[in-house]
C-alpha cells in the first residue's frame, strides 16, 4: 500500500559532513522507494545552520506542522533521518508528535532508528529523545569552552557596540557613533556632564542604543566601563556582568580592533567614576529608605513611569532621572503629600461615591476572587500564543478563530462570576463606613506622630496610584 511523505531536514553549523542536506536526502529517498512512500518536492522541508533546541525558531519546521494540518490531509508520514533531527527538545519532540499524531494522524519515522509499533517503542523512543537533548546540551558546554578560547585570543562574539559595525566578523568604527563616544568620555572625564546629561544629550541628537532604545545613564555608564573603546573585548562565560563590571569571571583580553579612546582619556573618566562613587554612595544608599508615604504610588504624567527621591526633598520622574524622559516632573515632596491630602479630604467630606473596597475579613472569598483574576491573566496570556502560533503559520484562520472564541467565551464567564463577587466584597456598612475609613485614612497621614511605616502602608491600603502631571497642573488619584 502506497503512502504520501514528507521529510524533514535539518543540518546546524555544528553538524559533520555525514549530514548533510544533499546526505540526508538521498538517504530519505532511498528508504521513501524501498516502503512504498510517494515523495513530493513540495514536502521536503530543509532548514540549514539552524539549531534544532527551539521549534519556533526553525521556519520550515514550522511550515512543515502547519502544512500538516491542511484539510484534506497532505501526507501520511514524515521522514527524518534521525530524531534528533525532528527536535533535540523533549518537550518540543512530545508537544509536535502528539499535535501531528492527535489532529491529522501522521507519524514520525526515523529511517536510522527501527522503532517497532509496540509499548516498547514509547521508552525506547523516549530514550533516543533524552540522549538528543544530553547531545545538544554538552554540545552547548562545548560551544562554550570555544568562545571562552575565542575570548582569550580577543576576538568578538557578541552584538557590535555602539561606536561600530561588524564586517566580516571583526569590529569596525562607525565614524557618526565613534563621534560620539569620543565627545562622552571627554565631557565626563573633563566633569561637564553627568550621567544624566549625556543621556539626555544623546536622545536630543538622535541617537539610539543597538537595540534601538533611548539612552538612559545607565547606558552611558555601561558605555563609559566596555573596554572595548579601548581596543579590549570583555566576555563573561557565566553569563551577563549584570553592570558588574569587575566580576572576576569576566575575561578581558587585547582585541583585534581599533580603539576609539585613548588610554589618558579612559583613566580620566574612571577617576572621575570613583570620585563620585566615594562622594554620593553612601548618601544615595540612604535615600533608597522611606522619606515620604507617596513612595511607589505616584506616576509621571508624561511617561507613566515612577516618582522616586531624587534628594533636597525632591520627588522626579524615573526616567528623567536616567535622560529617558523629556519633562520634568519634580516636585516637593511635602507638597505632593500636600495636594494628595487635600483631594482626599474633599472626597470623604462631599461623600462623592467610592466604587470598591474589599472586605478583608472576607478571606476565602477574596482569594476565590484573585484566583478568578489569575485565570483571566493566564487565558490572555494564551490568546496571545495562539494568536503568535497563527502568524507562524501553525493554525489555520478557521482554527485559529475557533480557539480564540472558545477562550474569549471562557474569559466571558469568569467575568461574569467576578461580577457577581463585588457585591460580596463591598463592605456590609456600605458608603458611610467607607467614607469613615477614608476619614480615619486622612486622620494617620496628617498626624505628626504617626510612624512613616505605619503611613506608607495606610497610604498603599487606600490608594492604588496617583498620576501627577506638572505641566497640566493635573493630579489623579485611583483608590484601591
Known amino acids: ?12 553549523t555544528d553538524d559533520q559532513l555525514e549530514f548533510s542536506p544533499d546526505a540526508q536526502l538521498r538517504a530519505l529517498k532511498e528508504y521513501a522507494k524501498k516502503n512504498n512512500i510517494i515523495l513530493s518536492k513540495q514536502y521536503i522541508f530543509i532548514d540549514e545552520g539552524i539549531s534544532g533546541r527551539k521549534a519556533e525558531k526553525r521556519p520550515e519546521f514550522m511550515r512543515m506542522i502547519a502544512t500538516a494540518k491542511t484539510k484534506p490531509k497532505p501526507f501520511d508520514v514524515i521522514l527524518v533521518h534521525k530524531f534528533d533531527r525532528f527536535a533535540r527538545s ?61 575570548a582569550i585570543k580577543g576576538g568578538y ?9 561588524l564586517v566580516d566578523k571583526q569590529l569596525v568604527i562607525e565614524p557618526t557613533e565613534a563621534g560620539f563616544i569620543k565627545y562622552l568620555f571627554s565631557e565626563f572625564a573633563n566633569k561637564q556632564m553627568g550621567l544624566r546629561q549625556l543621556a539626555k544629550h544623546a536622545n536630543e541628537l538622535g541617537f539610539r542604543s543597538k537595540r534601538g532604545n533611548p539612552f538612559e545613564n545607565r547606558t552611558v555608564e555601561y558605555i563609559l566601563h566596555n573596554p572595548v573603546y579601548i581596543g579590549k573585548v570583555r566576555w563573561t562565560p557565566t ?38 562613587k566615594e562622594l554620593y554612595g553612601k548618601r544615595q544608599k540612604s535615600t533608597a529608605s522611606r ?16 516618582l522616586v527621591w531624587s534628594g533636597y526633598q525632591y520627588l522626579q ?45 472576607d478571606t476565602a472569598l477574596n482569594t476565590e476572587y484573585d484566583f478568578l483574576n489569575e485565570r483571566i491573566i493566564k487565558i490572555e496570556a494564551r490568546q496571545n500564543r495562539i494568536r503568535e502560533a497563527y502568524e507562524d503559520g501553525v493554525y489555520t484562520l478557521d482554527e485559529y478563530k475557533e480557539r480564540r472564541e472558545s477562550l474569549e467565551d471562557e474569559r466571558k464567564k469568569i ?21 469613615e475609613r477614608m476619614e480615619t485614612v486622612y486622620n494617620f497621614l496628617t498626624d505628626t506622630e504617626t510612624d512613616m511605616d505605619i503611613k506608607y502602608k495606610t497610604a498603599h491600603f487606600l490608594i492604588n496610584k496617583i498620576v501627577f502631571d506638572k505641566p497640566q497642573q493635573l493630579l489623579e488619584i485611583e483608590y484601591k
Not at 509536535?96 to 525506547?124: G, N, W
Not at 562574539?157 to 559595525?165: D, L
Not at 522619606?291 to 515612577?306: A, D, H, S
Request: proline content about 3%; aromatic content about 6%; overall charge negative.
Open 1 to 12: 500500500m502506497w503512502q504520501n511523505g514528507a521529510c524533514y531536514i535539518r543540518v546546524s
Open 239 to 276: 553569563g551577563r556582568t549584570r553592570r558588574n563590571y569587575h566580576n572576576p569571571d569576566s575575561i578581558i583580553a587585547d582585541g583585534t580592533h581599533e580603539p576609539i579612546i585613548d588610554m589618558e582619556t579612559w583613566e580620566k573618566a574612571h577617576d572621575v567614576m570613583k570620585t563620585q
Open 90 to 150: 523533549r518537550e518540543d519532540s512530545v508537544v509536535y508528535k502528539s499535535l501531528l499524531k492527535r489532529e491529522a494522524d501522521i507519524r514520525v519515522v526515523s529511517i536510522t532508528e527501527t522503532i517497532e509499533d509496540d509499548k516498547f517503542a514509547v521508552i525506547l523512543e523516549a530514550m533516543l529523545e533524552a540522549m538528543a537533548e544530553y547531545y545538544s546540551l554538552n554540545l552547548a558546554e562545548e560551544v562554550k569552552k570555544g568562545m571562552t578560547e575565542k
Open 415 to 435: 467575568r461574569s462570576e467576578l461580577d457577581s463577587m463585588k457585591a460580596n466584597l463591598i463592605h456590609p456598612s456600605g458608603q458611610e463606613h467607607i467614607i
Open 157 to 165: 562574539q557578541s552584538t557590535p557596540p555602539f561606536g561600530y559595525v
Open 317 to 361: 520622574c524615573n526616567s528623567y532621572a536616567k535622560g529617558a524622559c523629556k519633562v520634568s516632573h519634580a516636585i516637593l515632596a511635602k507638597n505632593l503629600e500636600g495636594l494628595v491630602l487635600t483631594q482626599l479630604k474633599e472626597t470623604f467630606t462631599n461623600n462623592l461615591e467610592i466604587s470598591i473596597v474589599p472586605n478583608s475579613q
Open 291 to 306: 522619606k515620604t508615604w507617596l513612595k511607589g504610588l505616584v506616576r509621571c504624567g508624561n511617561c507613566g513611569n515612577t
